[in-house]
């Protein structure tokens, strides 16, 4: 009865004027033996503050009275925000009131004489932190524990209860045994000495909580898999082990998803797709599908992968690796002379990869004039075909408004303690379209089978583009010389593609193509198919890659479910609509934070690379202007910033035309502009690098 009062007071409220108590007993008719609950209800509410008394003891709504719920981030040593949907709030770390970075908090506010919102926290509704990392520090003939996490602005106690031989420098983890000032922490594990090769790379894995060790349950049915395939044993599945199959991946890939071949029909072409089977091995409610569950998908930092599925699997026995047979989820996929498809096919198969070939390889062969290269001579063929209707696959997507953000990635070369010896940008060659086209299409084939049969399914959407972040890049744009066309509101496919064409020759085209993307919307996983707006598609999914990626191993499931074993009834459905709300949710989650662990270290490591050219002068581009100076990349995809109190005269910011203007001698900086930095120094804490502006002479 209780939560209907709840429900009944706050729609009440929201109608009418601020009343007392009392005027609501009446205006709701609460009888007096209704009366407890009822007050019960308003003094729970009031304490969850979605209801507060004004000044003269009448009942509003929290917010009217400037209170809020909200995250707490930390992002300085002396401040943080708490965001809404309207606003952001500022509050001081002396008004944090034991609250910590990522907590759910209420905060109460007021609006400054310079129009800020200020505020302080008032209650924490969670502490989202169960654990600190930190390094242990001897000084003054004692350990001290210190926080790694910069957010964290509390003094740290610490006990040791498992007796670790504690060292300088040496780093830990510390669950959190009680909230406060000072913070009071119990050492769990140790990382290592922070001097130590992995050592930074793994601390940061801790901090995403990016899981390392496989469960011992997960090891032990590891053990029952067997590592070969009979296919004698697989009656009922397709056998293309004399197909002319074969995969294209990295030189170091040892987890390969896919295997791809083709063949050309009088209609047109027949694309394979073939996919490594890891639902066949993974089953649901198995000690295995709960640790892939949990990671959600394989993380790829600088020297190492953090796999989604032991190794016994990932590189082993569902990996397609040539030679062996290996069990797959296979697509024949039926295209015309030009490239639409007509028709496809999803079904179990048995295949043996003739050759594993890499991108480098691949490219070559296709860039260089057929240039002589390990490829063996009967997959030449395929390959020019392969080419052929990548090119076909290419003009259909772009007819849609496909979007193709060409932008630039590191590729890291290192030594075998993790020490970066250089830094480059990645190569994306025909090998590499070649695959993105076939495994789009695959895609696309199956989400196209959920949606036409309206049967439940993860789809991987990505939403049209704000208003707002649309007029933003158009400002920018046309400083640029570019003019977008049509509504910004309802921004097309086609005219995003139209920016990306328009810059192609530029030298800027990279910085241009990174500030589309940063106006587009994140992609994430979703049980409604709300359609793909970079793709231009109008169904889209993750098919290709379940070796990494738990939401393409949930695809398999489903399609096994309801393709090949015809399980369609409704009691099946609706279950398979209400778990795959918290699987979308859990698995975008996951995602993001493994993308933000992949670039925190690949910050890291560009910062340490970057000690070593201290004093050194580097050709760059402006990829960032803002009031406090501009950030410049160079050709190596490492970024700076050259601080505006670095500049040799008093520079000026113009919001509108993001830019920097000399007071005195008028010159200009602007994004996409060329420019000569000196590099002055390296923050590994915050794995930042500093430039000066050199000004020709």
Same mark, same amino acid.
């Given at each position: 009865?209780?939560?209907?009062?709840k429900?009944?007071?706050?729609?009440?409220?929201?109608?009418?004027?601020?009343?007392?108590?009392d005027?609501?007993?009446?205006?709701?008719?609460?009888?007096?033996?209704?009366?407890?609950?009822f007050?019960?209800?308003?003094?729970?509410?009031?304490?969850?503050?979605?209801?507060?008394?004004?000044k003269?003891?009448?009942?509003?709504?929290?917010?009217?009275?400037?209170?809020?719920?909200?995250?707490?981030?930390?992002t300085?040593?002396?401040?943080?925000f708490?965001?809404?949907?309207?606003?952001?709030?500022?509050?001081?770390?002396?008004?944090?009131?034991?609250?910590?970075?990522?907590?759910d908090?209420?905060?109460?506010y007021?609006?400054?004489?310079?129009?800020?919102?200020?505020?302080?926290?008032?209650?924490?509704i969670?502490?989202?932190?169960?654990?600190?990392?930190?390094?242990?520090?001897?000084?003054?003939?004692?350990?001290?524990?210190?926080?790694?996490?910069?957010?964290?602005t509390?003094?740290?106690?610490?006990?040791?209860?498992?007796?670790?031989?504690?060292?300088?420098?040496?780093?830990?983890?510390g669950?959190?045994?009680?909230?406060?000032?000072?913070?009071?922490?119990?050492?769990?594990?140790?990382?290592?000495?922070?001097k130590?090769?992995?050592?930074?790379?793994?601390?940061?894995?801790?901090?995403?909580?990016?899981?390392?060790?496989?469960?011992d349950?997960?090891l032990?049915?590891?053990?029952?898999?067997?590592?070969?395939?009979?296919?004698?044993?697989?009656?009922?599945?397709?056998?293309l082990?004399?197909?002319?199959?074969?995969?294209?991946?990295?030189?170091?890939?040892?987890?390969?998803?896919?295997?791809?071949?083709?063949?050309?029909?009088d209609?047109?072409?027949?694309l394979?797709?073939?996919?490594?089977?890891?639902?066949?091995?993974?089953?649901?409610?198995?000690?295995? @599908?709960d *640790?892939?569950s !949990?990671? +959600?998908?394989? &993380?790829?930092?600088?020297?190492? =992968?953090?796999?989604?599925?032991?190794? %016994?699997?990932?590189?082993?026995?569902?990996?397609?690796?040539p030679?062996?047979?290996?069990?797959?989820?296979?697509?024949?996929?039926?295209?015309?002379?030009?490239?639409?498809?007509?028709?496809?096919?999803?079904?179990?198969?048995?295949?043996?990869?003739?050759?594993?070939?890499t991108?480098?390889?691949?490219?070559?062969?296709?860039?260089?004039?057929?240039?002589?290269?390990?490829?063996?001579?009967?997959?030449?063929?395929?390959?020019?075909?392969?080419?052929?209707?990548?090119d076909?696959?290419?003009?259909?997507?772009?007819?849609?408004?496909?979007? @193709?953000? *060409?932008?630039? !990635?590191? +590729?890291?070369? &290192?030594?075998?303690?993790?020490? =970066?010896?250089?830094?480059?940008?990645? %190569?994306?060659?025909?090998?590499?379209l070649?695959?993105e086209?076939?495994?789009?299409t695959?895609?696309h084939?199956?989400?196209?089978?959920?949606?036409?049969?309206?049967?439940?399914?993860?789809?991987?959407?990505?939403?049209r583009?704000?208003?707002?972040?649309?007029?933003?890049?158009?400002?920018i744009?046309?400083?640029m010389?570019?003019?977008?066309?049509?509504?910004?509101?309802?921004?097309?496919?086609?005219?995003?593609?139209?920016?990306?064409y328009?810059?192609?020759?530029?030298?800027?085209?990279?910085?241009v193509?990174?500030?589309v993307l940063?106006?587009?919307?994140?992609?994430?996983?979703?049980?409604?198919?709300?359609?793909?707006?970079?793709l231009?598609?109008?169904?889209?999914?993750?098919?290709?890659?379940?070796?990494?990626?738990?939401?393409?191993?949930?695809?398999?499931?489903?399609?096994?479910?309801?393709?090949?074993?015809?399980?369609?009834?409704?009691?099946?459905?609706?279950?398979?609509?209400?778990?795959?709300?918290?699987?979308?949710?859990?698995?975008?989650?996951?995602e993001?934070?493994?993308?933000d662990?992949?670039?925190?270290?690949?910050?890291?490591?560009?910062?340490?690379?970057?000690?070593?050219f201290?004093?050194?002068?580097?050709?760059?581009?402006?990829?960032?202007?803002?009031?406090?100076?501009?950030?410049?990349?160079?050709?190596?995809?490492?970024?700076?910033?050259v601080?505006?109190?670095?500049?040799?005269?008093?520079y000026?910011?113009?919001?509108?035309?993001?830019?920097?203007i000399?007071?005195?001698?008028?010159?200009?900086?602007?994004?996409?502009?060329?420019?000569?930095?000196k590099?002055?120094?390296?923050?590994?804490?915050?794995?930042?690098?500093?430039?000066?502006?050199?000004?020709?002479?």
């Amino acid at each position: 009865m209780i939560e209907q009062y709840k429900e009944q007071i706050l729609t009440s409220i929201q109608k009418e004027q601020p009343h007392t108590v009392d005027f609501w007993i009446e205006h709701l008719q609460i009888t007096p033996q209704q009366e407890p609950q009822f007050l019960e209800a308003i003094n729970q509410l009031i304490e969850d503050y979605e209801l507060a008394y004004s000044k003269k003891k009448k009942l509003m709504l929290a917010n009217e009275l400037g209170y809020i719920k909200g995250k707490l981030d930390v992002t300085g040593k002396d401040f943080g925000f708490v965001d809404v949907q309207e606003f952001s709030v500022y509050v001081k770390s002396k008004n944090f009131n034991e609250a910590m970075d990522k907590d759910d908090v209420v905060a109460h506010y007021w609006k400054t004489e310079d129009g800020r919102f200020e505020g302080e926290i008032i209650k924490v509704i969670k502490h989202n932190s169960t654990f600190v990392i930190g390094t242990i520090v001897y000084t003054n003939q004692k350990f001290l524990f210190q926080s790694y996490d910069k957010n964290i602005t509390q003094p740290i106690e610490f006990i040791n209860p498992k007796n670790y031989e504690l060292k300088d420098q040496l780093r830990v983890i510390g669950d959190i045994v009680e909230y406060g000032d000072p913070l009071q922490v119990s050492i769990s594990s140790i990382i290592g000495l922070t001097k130590d090769p992995g050592v930074d790379i793994l601390t940061i894995l801790h901090q995403y909580e990016i899981k390392l060790p496989f469960s011992d349950e997960t090891l032990e049915e590891v053990k029952d898999i067997p590592q070969e395939i009979n296919i004698e044993d697989f009656p009922n599945r397709r056998n293309l082990t004399n197909d002319l199959i074969f995969t294209i991946d990295g030189d170091d890939t040892k987890d390969i998803d896919d295997a791809i071949s083709i063949k050309k029909t009088d209609q047109g072409y027949q694309l394979g797709v073939h996919i490594a089977d890891v639902s066949h091995y993974v089953t649901p409610r198995s000690a295995l @599908d709960d *640790d892939a569950s !949990e990671r +959600s998908t394989s &993380v790829y930092v600088v020297d190492r =992968v953090v796999p989604m599925l032991p190794k %016994e699997l990932s590189n082993g026995i569902c990996s397609l690796n040539p030679k062996v047979n290996r069990l797959a989820m296979s697509v024949h996929v039926q295209l015309d002379e030009y490239g639409s498809i007509t028709e496809y096919e999803f079904f179990e198969s048995v295949i043996q990869s003739k050759q594993q070939l890499t991108y480098r390889e691949v490219n070559r062969f296709l860039k260089d004039n057929h240039a002589e290269v390990a490829i063996d001579d009967n997959l030449k063929p395929s390959l020019l075909l392969m080419e052929t209707l990548s090119d076909l696959l290419h003009i259909q997507r772009e007819a849609l408004g496909s979007t @193709d953000f *060409d932008t630039s !990635e590191s +590729s890291f070369v &290192v030594d075998e303690h993790g020490k =970066v010896l250089d830094i480059y940008e990645a %190569e994306r060659g025909r090998g590499e379209l070649i695959i993105e086209d076939f495994m789009i299409t695959a895609n696309h084939c199956a989400a196209n089978f959920f949606d036409i049969h309206e049967l439940p399914t993860l789809y991987r959407v990505h939403e049209r583009p704000s208003q707002k972040k649309m007029t933003a890049l158009s400002a920018i744009l046309r400083i640029m010389g570019y003019r977008m066309k049509g509504s910004l509101e309802s921004v097309k496919p086609a005219e995003i593609q139209r920016v990306l064409y328009y810059f192609r020759n530029e030298p800027n085209y990279n910085m241009v193509s990174q500030l589309v993307l940063r106006s587009m919307m994140k992609a994430k996983y979703h049980p409604v198919n709300l359609g793909h707006f970079g793709l231009g598609l109008k169904q889209y999914l993750h098919f290709t890659s379940p070796i990494r990626r738990y939401p393409d191993l949930v695809v398999h499931r489903l399609m096994k479910k309801y393709n090949f074993n015809q399980q369609i009834d409704t009691q099946t459905i609706k279950k398979d609509e209400e778990a795959l709300v918290d699987v979308a949710l859990w698995t975008s989650d996951r995602e993001r934070n493994a993308v933000d662990a992949e670039r925190q270290v690949e910050k890291m490591k560009k910062a340490e690379f970057m000690e070593q050219f201290i004093g050194e002068h580097f050709e760059g581009m402006i990829s960032g202007v803002t009031g406090f100076g501009m950030f410049v990349q160079l050709a190596n995809t490492c970024e700076g910033l050259v601080h505006i109190k670095t500049m040799p005269e008093y520079y000026i910011y113009d919001e509108q035309k993001m830019m920097l203007i000399g007071r005195d001698s008028g010159t200009t900086f602007q994004l996409g502009q060329t420019v000569t930095i000196k590099v002055t120094g390296v923050d590994m804490v915050d794995f930042e690098v500093s430039f000066e502006i050199v000004l020709p002479k």
